[in-house]
């Protein structure tokens, strides 16, 4: 009985074992998948940054707009990017961290429990011990004190045993209810960024005067540009 | 007329016989280019131009002004084509010098232009080569011999004369740009030396051209010479050195851009399994992973190749007009240092002249191409920046395209997204709660039980402190206590008393004053532990055993009045006792007794009369312990 005892034991905290090291990681990952969005973001605007501080700006004034346009539209996606990156924040990030603070505790509830089996197990030998041998005075009063020891030493194991295996099960179902509204909040804010993104960018290009050439198209003209310009002399031959 | 026939004659002839020799010469690719350069261009502009001159034979009036105005229509096409052709001319010359010195390939070559251009005769492939050059040198010859044949009140005059200077212009600016080649390319490449080469370059005459150079500059830095300021150079220059500023810092960026891009692909949260059945965690995971899949990596391929890969070449470009640039300067120094021989001196030598016609042939290249380069690098530029817009664009464009399937199985999807952000923030604080009350709930599991084991027959006595003094003050014995003094009590490991004094009356707080529910006495404090009552249902179960003994072990029908414990029962001592007086008697652990009455003589339960060893008297009744079953000793049991 006892072995059945244990291997649902095992089996329940062995899934949330298991749990805990997922939610440990995706937490790594997410947080790590956001600091490289946010560069990601920072670096776009760089781009424009740069060209704007560039003195081209101040002589050419089709290059000065240019610029500016792009500009604009990097900073209002890095603004947008920041507002995603704290929806996911608060909504993902932040939970995570908050279920994963549940498993040390978890964690030291199992150890007690272990530690009360281990007596548990200790006493009960010798209880069998002092029963196996020749009822003589001593042993009996040996008995009778041994199982005097064993008696609450059990309970508490059967107390501690009961109590985690009523908890663990709905600790593991509670991830559920958990986890599903942040993932939703997940979809829906990168949705939300991309729409804009869609937006922006494609006012930006339709303003660029940019009409919407295939690849091949886009290859041709790089590869026409960059041999016009080599056709200079003072181009070197490559 | 006849002078003039035999001049349209000799034009008529084509060149046409190079290509297919392009064809049947088995040789690398690379050096085709460069022997035969753009061939193909000459022959499409020449076949075109033969096809209009052709024409005007059959208008034999007008035929030498339809002549002249042919050459005017086409003296743009004749110089952009042939002046690439001459410039890498000689070129050609070194390459086929290499063959000439591999006599089997020189063979090859000879046996194929014998077959495929038989007119040729003998001659090797740098006579083959050389005629497209006559060609167009011959051009403004013959127009102008044609021109001394036609009568200058001729109508035609004007225009042969405008054509003929035409093709001497083009003759002229082709050996202008052949000449810029060259200069460029000396000065141009940038060469990749060791230190050692570079060191090796020095010699006494490298070294004077330096000190020159750099003494030049010195007594313009101190304004003792004059520096020559071209402003419309210096504008240039400093446009030139923006553009580059921009290529390059754009660049860098887009680099650092795609090196975050990669980072953000690298990392992937949508592989976790936290084992839920379906509904957004499910959603999003084939979500991330169907962008990671397509839509990241295309737009991460197309920023390489419409972006990247331009701007790196775009960069390339620069290196060329910088080096020139920097070369310009130190002719420019040498220039004015000529300069000043000349005003000195009035004369000067062969290298100083080279030197002086280095910077001016330097400067009018720069002079003429640097806008057009910088307004080809600007346009280019603009270019790859509005790429770059629509491929972010076209990314968005994806990933909506995607992300509206899971959108829609999304359980609130039709709830704006301001109410659903409050939804959510609702949801989590809930569930934050619960998940506190879980770790609560963990950090409950009962610790260690400091409760001992309780001593047969106690409980009663427990309950009796229990009532009388309540649960704080009770205390239980951890190991056993042999009093020394008359004060002092002798108690075993186990039995419970209830605390009078923390203290006794010197004031030692080592030294208790309990309570046993019979004697009042001093123990050692260090051996008490506070006492956790069980709970009596435990406490039951737990003496069940020795109740149901009990029960077993008294058949008498008539309940003793006194106590529940029977007399004349077997029972064993516990723990070792030690008689302090003839009224007791000594016990051993595990020496069974006979209970003779199980109260002194005062009534009192805690003392029990037995008989051990053949002696009587009392004992601590809580040191012995009923048999748990009727063991066969041989005693005699109540039937």
Known sequence: MECEVERDFEREYGKLQQLEEQTKRLQKDMKKSTDADLAMSKSAVKISLDLLSNPLCEQ?????????????????????????????????????????????????????RE????????????????????????????????????????????????????????????????????FESLIRAQVVYYSEMHKIFGDLTQQLDQPGHPDEQREQENEAKLSELRALSIVADD | TTLQSLQIKSLCRTPSDLPWLLCSLQLPQGDLDVLFSNIDDIVKVNSRFLHGLQETASREEDQVQLIGNLFLEFQEELEQVYKVYCASYDQALLLVDTYRKEPELQREIQGIIEAVVPQAGSSGLSFLLVIPL?????????????????????????????ATHALQDVNANINEYKRRKEVASKYTKVEQLT??????????????????????????????????????????????????LCVKETKNNVAAYLDNLEAFLHFRPQECDLDVGGGPVVQYCSLTRDLQLQAFPEFKRRLEGLVWQPLCSLAKTLAGPQNLIKKRLDKLLDFERVEEKLLEVG??????????????????????????????????????????????????KQVLQRAEGSLAQLPHHHIPELAFRKLVEDALGQTSHQLHSFQKNFEKVLPPPT??????????????????YGPGKLYQVTSNISGAGTLDLTLPRGQVVALLQNKDTKGNSSRWLVDTGGHRGYVPAGKLELYRVVPRDKELRGQAGPHEDSRHLTPEPTPVPVSSVPTMTQVVAVYPFLARSSHEVSLQAGQPVTVLEAQDKKGNPEWSLVEVDGQRGYVPSSFLARAPSPAPWGWSLPS
């Not at chain 2, 013959?142 to 004369?161: G, H, M, R």
């Not at chain 2, 290298?351 to 720069?366: D, F, G, I, K």
């Open chain 2, 451 to 468: 409760i001992q084991p309780l001593l047969p027959g106690a409980e009663r006595q427990v309950q009796a402190l229990l009532s009388r």
């Open chain 1, 60 to 112: 050419d004034q089709d290059f000065l707009n240019m610029v500016t346009a792009l500009d604009t539209a990097m900073k209002r996606m890095d603004a947008f990017n920041q507002e995603k990156v704290n929806q996911i924040q608060k909504t993902v990030i932040e939970p995570l961290k908050k279920f994963g603070s549940v498993f040390p505790s978890l964690n030291m509830a199992v150890k007690r």
């Open chain 1, 115 to 182: 530690q009360a089996l281990q007596d548990y197990r200790r006493l009960q030998a010798k209880v069998e011990k002092y029963e196996e041998k020749e009822k003589t005075g001593p042993v009996l009063a040996k008995l009778h004190q041994a199982r005097e020891e064993l008696r609450p030493v059990r309970d508490d194991f059967e107390a501690k045993n009961k109590q985690l295996l009523d908890e663990m099960p709905r600790f593991y179902n509670s991830r559920l209810d958990y986890f599903q509204p942040s």
């Open chain 2, 134 to 162: 006559q060609r167009i040198t011959k051009y403004p010859l013959l127009l102008q011999k044609i021109l001394e044949n036609t009568l200058p009140d001729a109508s035609a005059y004007p225009v042969l004369q405008r």
């Open chain 2, 347 to 396: 004369s000067v030598s062969y290298e100083e002249e080279v030197a002086r016609h280095t910077y001016q042939a330097l400067n009018s290249m720069l002079v003429a191409e640097l806008p057009q380069f910088n307004q080809l690098a600007m346009q280019w530029l603009r270019q790859i920046l509005c790429t770059f817009v629509a491929l972010q664009r076209d990314l968005a």
């Open chain 2, 195 to 244: 230190l050692r080469e570079r060191l090796a370059r020095i010699n006494t005459h490298t070294l004077s051209k330096k000190t020159t150079r750099l003494s030049q500059l010195l007594k313009q830095e101190a304004g003792l010479v004059p520096r020559t300021e071209d402003k419309e150079f210096d504008d240039l220059e400093e446009r030139f050195h923006w553009v580059s």
